[in-house]
């Protein structure tokens, strides 16, 4: 250390406490060295999280195979595969990859059947997107105060996903004039199904059997499932086993009596495919407990409309927002995280977000979505502002705002 330094440190610090903390320096980096000295753990093919770290989804439902991601505890924007959310409706079916086949049939020149190896011959495309049930905070009103992000709208995650073009499979097969939608139908008990546009199909539908890396994990649709970027969760079919092409949609039992919202006037919302403009803070949030000086709120915003321009912060209530910060990249149909730093001044407070997308679709409060569509809608597609609390000794609770 140089003279210059070291006297600069002696004024600072005076030179008993100087010479204590070269002491205590040497003495760390002795042990720090001993300890180096022994190997560590061995290595294992499947590598794991820290035992410290206590990451899980929330896992409800008869047969626990609904789960809600823990999206409180995550950073960036990509969800891990294995904390993904989950909506099944009857089970997770067991699919061996070699007895796999997609059927394309229906108002096509050429019915065509492709096994997982014949369609991982064809030109692979990715794309980060995020899919989210449509029922995602449908019970905004009936939480109470200690409901964690998770619960509250956990039923939303982000992949990297991985396949061939719907667009091109449709090319080999051919579609004839009077082709306007397509039925596609999955593998599981329920044989779950939707009607899809046949716009949707050729503009941006995947068929996807790799997520993040590796092959589709079983609760995402193994082998094989569909990937509509920006469109509600139970059309992005699972265990795709067939899809069939048609002149006007099925009108099955998850587009009639399922996944349609009742709206003001005895009418109904049907078809209501994209999921618009949301945001929510993810930290801090319930159960944190903050302290008095700077924090940095943080959070998650998408559109299935297009990319999210903006998103702005309010910690009183609404009266007043900031601009939050856009983290990089900011993607078409895709999780966009947001951060904005505050100081806490010890006092009682109620954050919230609303987003922006590029359609210039603002994120609206309950109070809004009410008054367009009716409570009753709200168990689809709510996507209307979601209040934190803080409390004066820095608890954090849920709170609806309207």
Known sequence: MGKTSKSLLDKTLGRRQFVSTLALAAASSQCASSESRYPGGQGHQLDTRSADEKLETYRYGALLDRARTPIHQLNGMITPSDLHFERNHSGIPEIHPDNYQLLIHGLVDRPLKFSLA??????CISRIGFIECSGNCKAYFDHGPDTSAQVVAGLTSQSEWTGVSLATLLNETGLRTNAKWLLAEGGDAALMTRSIPIQKALEDAIICYAQNGEAIRPAQGYPVRLFLPGWEGSCNIKWLRRIEVG??????REETSKYTEPLLGNKARQFSFVMDAHSIITSPTCPQQIEKGWQEIRGLAWSGRGHISKVEVSTDGGS???????HPPVLDKAHTRFSLPWQWQGKEALMMSRALDSTGYWQPDAT????????DSLIYHNNA???WRIHGDGR???EAFV
């Open 118 to 123: 014949e369609l991982k011959r064809f030109p």
């Open 247 to 252: 002149d006007q949609p099925w009108m099955t």
């Open 320 to 326: 007043n927002w900031q601009p939050a910060r856009l």
């Open 368 to 375: 809004t979505l009410i008054k367009a569509r009716g409570i």
């Open 385 to 387: 502002i979601i209040g």
């Open 396 to 398: 954090i609770t849920y």
